[in-house]
């Protein structure tokens, strides 16, 4: 218990300090779980429920490996067969993938469809509405892919995306109001997407459709914070550092005083915000390490950096003159 090393350490430690029996006998006993739980996530998202003027991007919340998006090209082969005010169609050609879920759009028609069923291989698809447009048993059309899923264990993005073609550059992210009104999908077009928006926890909507050949495939690298599985009553351990886990004890064990009308719950909250500060401060300071000592700084000037001072060079070597 005094090892703050497993949940099950967590748990005792809380049963006891509260005064209840640590044997599955205490009417707290689901209780403290769901409280640890609760605290858990409170400082993986920063520890500003605990304390306003904390809100950190833990170092050792961070994923071992990038996550990785490749973006699907777009769908124009052949011709699609639309009905009028009907939610079925077919294409000529029928699609290798299934294409369920991503956007289409009729050349001549402004709207643009989500395609909410299909199975890869076959010709005939629902659309998530009906067809507003005229009927064409021929219709020119793009099937697109916007939104994407990322990695399952994804609490958030740490930094803007990355793309490597057309050259490396920063995909930034956008309000998704603020992406709608910037490029609409009805006149969504090919290439490396320019800005991305998030649509849910783990999913994402770009600005561009990426490639435009069934060979045109586009990588999307990009940096989060990983979210770790609940804790339970068992020898799992804490992603937390286990110098700093407890303060998961002490914050979880201020909800179970609170639950019996303890006096105790306000100390005990106290104690574990001043833990949450201490820990705030030492991932500042590693941050600042590890960022060669720039880490919440501010330069006024860039020619008060000494790397924005050295000459631009081609890949080669040669000096690139003004």
Do not use: C
């Not at 067969?81 to 699609?95: D, E, G, K, M, R």
């Not at 609170?258 to 306000?266: C, E, I, P």
């Amino acid at each position: 218990m005094a090892n703050y090393t497993t949940s099950q350490d967590l748990v005792n430690d809380i049963l006891k300090r509260a005064h209840e029996p640590s044997d599955g006998t205490s009417d707290f006993d689901s209780d403290v779980v769901e409280y640890l739980n609760r605290a858990y996530l409170g400082m993986l998202r920063g520890g500003a429920e605990l304390d306003p003027e904390i809100d950190e991007d833990w170092w050792w919340l961070r994923a071992d490996d990038q996550g990785v998006l490749t973006l699907n090209p777009v769908i124009d082969t052949g011709t699609i067969a639309v009905t009028n005010n009907s939610t079925s169609i077919t294409f000529s050609s029928a699609p290798t993938p299934s294409v369920a879920g991503r956007h289409l759009k009729v050349n001549d028609h402004a709207d643009v469809f989500i395609v909410s069923s299909h199975s890869a291989g076959v010709t005939s698809a629902t659309l998530e509405s009906v067809y507003t447009g005229s009927t064409d048993s021929a219709a020119s059309y793009r099937v697109f892919q916007l939104d994407y899923t990322l990695a399952s264990d994804v609490l958030y993005l740490s930094q803007t995306m990355t793309a490597f073609q057309d050259g490396q550059h920063g995909i930034i992210g956008l309000e998704l109001d603020r992406l709608t009104d910037k490029w609409p999908r009805n006149q969504a077009g090919p290439g490396v997407p320019k800005n991305f928006s998030m649509i849910t926890d783990q999913a994402v909507r770009f600005s561009h459709y990426g490639g435009t050949s069934s060979t045109d495939l586009i990588k999307i690298d990009y940096e989060y914070m990983k979210l770790p599985s609940d804790l339970a009553d068992n020898s799992s351990t804490p992603i937390v550092p286990r110098e700093y886990r407890y303060i998961l004890a002490d914050w979880a064990l201020s909800f179970l005083f609170a639950a019996k009308d303890d006096a105790q719950a306000g100390d005990v909250a106290a104690l574990a915000q001043r833990g949450l500060r201490s820990m705030a401060k030492d991932n500042r300071r590693r941050m600042l390490k590890q960022g060669g000592g720039t880490f919440g700084k501010i330069t006024p000037r860039l020619n008060q950096v000494q790397r924005n001072m050295r000459p631009l060079r081609t890949e080669s070597g040669l000096i690139i003159s003004g």
